[in-house]
């Protein structure tokens, strides 16, 4: 839910001791609005455990039941969904209000337009902010009809296509939230939806369609990865075991890398490879991290993390077609990038710009604020690493409405020389609810304030 007048919450990090001791980080956020819209498009009654309950996903939540469906939480983590059916959507009452999350809104957006029901959409500042023609396009496809603001901003009304028809799509974007959209509106249309990516992106909508039961197709054309999709099953209910999120372990992780002496571990955090670029990276830099215990939890792999400070990083050119794998990291990564020796070079990131902030800008902008030079294109951003205790810190970020932002320059502040803060950690509620109690517990200095 968008809160304009919340009260900015800004919190300081400073220097402490090394870190020490586990963090459970929260569940998948990706996994977790996943599993409760295929829930909802499900006949009959999913169960999800270890459910992410970020503003972002009980936005989701809310969502799914003004469109018909009925959703309960029965426990920390412990969710049930009654799906309505695949094109059983209800018209919703009033807007559908999805707070922060671009995967929410988009996700939605498809699931819902292959019915023919209206429904309309806003958000937050960051949201209204934020491209939607990239997902109204495709739809439009299938015969979903939207109307928006300039540049199809929200709020948008959909109305979802009476008599929708199949649709062969390739991304001009890697976007697993446009690929996601076309699969789910691919749902409810008669025959097979096609939607070819040039780049890999995160597969969850994929794994967990056939996980409930869809027929689904991946082949390797020459023009890339094709994901075929057949038209109108029964999606059976399921129960979704949600490992921990990679994107949110990247927070401790990095703190415990830049703060000499620690050593954590970080339990069940999901493996899947078209997540985890920042590790690759984060090894080829030099960092401690073992990957222990590998197993299969609810369909996706994951590993137990064990981190250790050496103190000995090295920047690293971050090759383009990685982007996707790690697309949410690559704030932290700048920051973890602060405290390594010689220059950390990222490119091919021009989708920063148009996620919760202009990540590029607001990283660019916070690192020269705490004495890190950093150079910045349209597509780039190089960041000038100042060594394991070099980096000034003192200055006060805007985080943007930016819960990775503002999470970011805490981590950053945990290892530099003077105190960093941010204007506001209000936004770190989308994603990682408890993210100050959790670092605070493993010994990292933060406060209010
Ligand atoms: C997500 C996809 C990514 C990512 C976002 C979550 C998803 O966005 O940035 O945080 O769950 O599909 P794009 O698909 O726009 O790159």
Known sequence: MSAPDAPARPMTARAAGPLSGTAEVPGDKSV????LILGALAVGETRVTGLLEGQDVLDTAAAMRAFGAGVARLGPGEWRVHGVGTGGFAEPEDVIDCGNSGTGVRLIMGAMATTPIA????????LRRRPMGRVTEPLALFGARAWGRRGGR???????AAEPVPVRYALPVPSAQVKSAVLLAGLNA?????VIEAEPTRDHTERMLAGFGAALRIETLPEGRAIALTGQPELAPQRVAVPRDPSSAAFPVAAALIVPGSAIRVPGVSRNPTRDGLYRTLVEMGADIAFETPR?????PVADLAVRFTGALRGVEVPPERAASMIDEYPVLAAVAAFAEGATVMRGIRELRVK???RIDAMARGLEACGVAVEEGPDMLTVH?????????????ATRLDHRIAMSFLVLGMAARAPVGVDDAGPVATSFPGFADLLRGLGADLAEG
């Open 119 to 126: 429904a309309t959409f806003t958000g937050d500042a960051s």
């Open 385 to 397: 690493g100042r060594g394991a205790d070099g980096v000034p810190g003192g200055a006060r970020v």
């Open 190 to 194: 008669p025959g097979e939806t096609v």
């Open 296 to 300: 299969e939890e609810g369909g996706e």
């Open 154 to 160: 929200l709020p948008l009304t959909l109305v979802g």
């Open 356 to 358: 919760e902030s202009d």
């Open 32 to 35: 977790s609005h996943r599993a």
